[in-house]
C-alpha cells in the first residue's frame, strides 16, 4: 500500500521567511497530492492540491512541485505570517482508491 | 451549506461505556470517511462508504469498533466497549468523486475521552 513520508515535523521560521515542507510517497500510480492545513483545536482544511499532469501550482503565497520520477512532491510557503502557524499535512491516494494516507504533519510555528 | 456536521462535539465516558458518534455528511457527496486523530498515530483512516457501502475497513482497529450508514445523509461510528486508549478526536469528511479527485471536507470532530 502507499507510504507516505513526512519531513521535517517542526519547523520555526521568522515571519517573512519562506518555508519548505518535503513529502515522499511510495506508489507510483498516485496521480493527485493534496495538502491540509489544522490550526490548533480545529479541522483539517485542503489549501491547496496538484495532479501529476503538472509540475507546480500556485496560489498566492503557496505553492506546490511535484517530481513524479522521484515520488516526491513539496510544499512552500513564502512571505510566512504568524496566522500560517499550524500543522499541515500532505497526503496521497491509495492504489487508485479514495482512501488518502495522510504524512504525520510539520508543525510549523512563524515568530513575529 | 452547513458543511460537515458531527455530534456530539465532546464525549466523556468511562471504560466498558459504548460510545456513538455521529455524522451527517455534505449534501450530494458520495463518498464518507471517518479518521481518528492522535499525537501519537496522526491521522489514520478507520472506514470509508461510497454510496452508503462500506468499501473499506481494514483502519478498523478491533471488533469493538463499528460503523454503520443506513441512509446518504447520516452515519454512525460505534465504539463498544471502550476503553482508555480510544481516546482520541474523530473526524468524519465527505467529498464529491466525479472523474478526478476532489476535496475531502472535514467535520469539527469529536473529541473523546475515556477513563
Known amino acids: 500500500g502507499e507510504n507516505v513520508e513526512q519531513h521535517p515535523s517542526t519547523l520555526s521560521v521568522q515571519e517573512g521567511d519562506s518555508a519548505v515542507i518535503k513529502c515522499t510517497y511510495s506508489?507510483?500510480?498516485?496521480?493527485?497530492f493534496p495538502w491540509y492545513k489544522q490550526e490548533l483545536g480545529k479541522r483539517p482544511q485542503l489549501i491547496i492540491d496538484?495532479?501529476?499532469?503538472?509540475g507546480e501550482k500556485k496560489d498566492q503565497r503557496i505553492a506546490v512541485t511535484l517530481n513524479k520520477t522521484a515520488k516526491h512532491f513539496s510544499l512552500h510557503i513564502t512571505e510566512t505570517q504568524p496566522e500560517d502557524s499550524a500543522v499541515y499535512f500532505c497526503?496521497?491516494?491509495?492504489?487508485?482508491?479514495?482512501?488518502?494516507?495522510f504524512g504525520k504533519g510539520t508543525k510549523l510555528t512563524v515568530n513575529p | 451549506d452547513a458543511g460537515v456536521i458531527q455530534s456530539p462535539r465532546h464525549e466523556v465516558t468511562e471504560m466498558g461505556q459504548e460510545v456513538t458518534l455521529r455524522c451527517k455528511p455534505i449534501?450530494?457527496?458520495?463518498?464518507l470517511f471517518w479518521y481518528r486523530q492522535t499525537m501519537m498515530r496522526g491521522l489514520e483512516l478507520l472506514i470509508y462508504?461510497?454510496?452508503?457501502?462500506?468499501?473499506?475497513d481494514s483502519g478498523m482497529p478491533e471488533d469493538r469498533f463499528s460503523a454503520k450508514m443506513p441512509n446518504a445523509s447520516f452515519s454512525t461510528l460505534k465504539i463498544q466497549p471502550s476503553e482508555p486508549r480510544d481516546s482520541a478526536v474523530y473526524f468524519c469528511?465527505?467529498?464529491?468523486?466525479?472523474?478526478?479527485?476532489?476535496?475531502?471536507?472535514f467535520g469539527p470532530g469529536t473529541r473523546l475521552t475515556v477513563l
Open positions: 469528511a465527505s467529498t464529491l468523486r466525479d472523474r478526478v479527485y476532489n476535496e475531502q471536507f
Open positions: 449534501s450530494g457527496h458520495d463518498y
Open positions: 496538484i495532479r501529476s499532469n503538472v
Open positions: 497526503a496521497a491516494p491509495q492504489g487508485g482508491s479514495e482512501k488518502l494516507v
Open positions: 462508504f461510497n454510496n452508503n457501502v462500506p468499501i473499506d
Open positions: 506508489d507510483s500510480a498516485s496521480n493527485y
